[in-house]
């Protein structure tokens, strides 16, 4: 595509029409192509590869988004996911344009491992909420376990709390990884001085995506961790004070 087309062109992997997991309500969910990150326990591999999904035109996402208006609004709205969707943060830009003109909740999840380009703060501009992945609050354990290390990230999430922009900070609880007490006191430290933020959540990790990194050639990374149960998601809630 041209430089000028990022604007009204994206790269899409999928589309989810009802979603009820990507901030509040009912959500209309779009899942664009392409990540820089190399997650260990990502779910979703087949996102990674920005060669891959299908070019889709601004108005042809935001006619279908409109079709679901009744479906989503007041209440719900639209999440733009991935991959890492500000990469693609012109797109998000013109299309939270759009819908902000119709009055539809705009929300953006994202690890925050971006620049914070112009281009970047304007899609924020439009943004009502960020759904934020707190990958690792440990620089070098997050570089382990992602591939980069969580600099940008908290500089981003420092960035939305300076401008009043809505946080729901996530992250994957995975036993053994990110589930160290001492690393948790420390990201409730980190929460705790953000003044955004409307909601913490711990994401019980599952090795439900592993088929897709065989089915793609790949050896899967955590192999033989188990998923997180109730009870660790538990403990970690009560180490935040939740």
Same mark, same amino acid.
């Given at each position: 595509? #041209? #430089?000028?087309?990022?604007?009204?062109?994206?790269?899409?992997?999928?589309? /989810?029409?009802?979603?009820?997991?990507?901030?509040?309500?009912?959500?209309? @969910?779009?899942?664009? %192509?392409?990540?820089?990150?190399?997650?260990?326990?990502?779910?979703? +591999?087949?996102?990674?590869?920005?060669?891959?999904?299908?070019?889709?035109?601004?108005?042809?996402?935001? &006619?279908?988004?409109? +079709?679901?208006?009744?479906?989503?609004?007041?209440?719900?709205?639209?999440? @733009?996911?991935?991959? /890492?969707?500000?990469?693609?943060?012109?797109?998000? &830009?013109?299309?939270?344009?759009?819908?902000?003109?119709?009055?539809?909740?705009?929300?953006?999840?994202?690890?925050?491992?971006? &620049?914070?380009?112009?281009?970047?703060?304007? &899609?924020?501009?439009?943004?009502? =909420?960020?759904?934020?992945?707190?990958?690792?609050?440990?620089?070098?354990?997050?570089? /382990?376990?992602?591939?980069?290390?969580?600099?940008? #990230?908290?500089?981003?999430?420092?960035?939305?709390?300076?401008?009043?922009?809505?946080?729901?900070? +996530? %992250?994957?609880?995975?036993?053994?990884?990110?589930?160290?007490?001492?690393?948790? =006191?420390?990201?409730? #430290?980190?929460?705790?001085?953000?003044?955004?933020? %409307?909601?913490?959540?711990?994401?019980?990790?599952?090795?439900?995506?592993?088929?897709?990194? $065989? $089915?793609?050639?790949?050896?899967?990374?955590?192999?033989?961790?188990?998923?997180?149960?109730?009870?660790?998601?538990?403990?970690?809630?009560?180490?935040?004070?939740?």
């Amino acid at each position: 595509m #041209e #430089e000028k087309d990022l604007k009204y062109y994206a790269k899409v992997h999928s589309i /989810e029409s009802f979603g009820t997991v990507d901030g509040p309500g009912i959500r209309f @969910v779009l899942f664009l %192509q392409g990540c820089h990150l190399k997650c260990k326990y990502c779910h979703n +591999r087949d996102t990674w590869d920005i060669n891959s999904g299908n070019y889709m035109s601004l108005d042809d996402i935001f &006619a279908k988004i409109v +079709r679901y208006k009744n479906y989503i609004c007041p209440n719900g709205g639209v999440t @733009v996911t991935g991959g /890492e969707p500000l990469l693609q943060a012109k797109f998000i &830009a013109e299309l939270f344009k759009k819908l902000k003109a119709e009055n539809i909740h705009t929300c953006v999840d994202t690890s925050g491992i971006v &620049a914070l380009t112009d281009d970047v703060k304007d &899609a924020l501009s439009f943004t009502d =909420l960020v759904l934020l992945d707190i990958k690792h609050i440990d620089e070098q354990k997050c570089k /382990e376990l992602v591939g980069f290390s969580n600099k940008l #990230e908290l500089e981003f999430a420092r960035y939305l709390s300076d401008n009043d922009i809505p946080i729901w900070i +996530r %992250q994957v609880l995975i036993p053994g990884i990110t589930d160290n007490e001492a690393d948790l =006191l420390k990201l409730k #430290e980190f929460v705790d001085s953000l003044k955004s933020v %409307q909601k913490v959540e711990f994401l019980p990790y599952h090795n439900l995506g592993e088929f897709k990194w $065989k $089915k793609l050639g790949f050896k899967y990374e955590l192999q033989g961790i188990r998923p997180a149960t109730d009870e660790d998601v538990k403990r970690a809630k009560e180490i935040l004070g939740m």
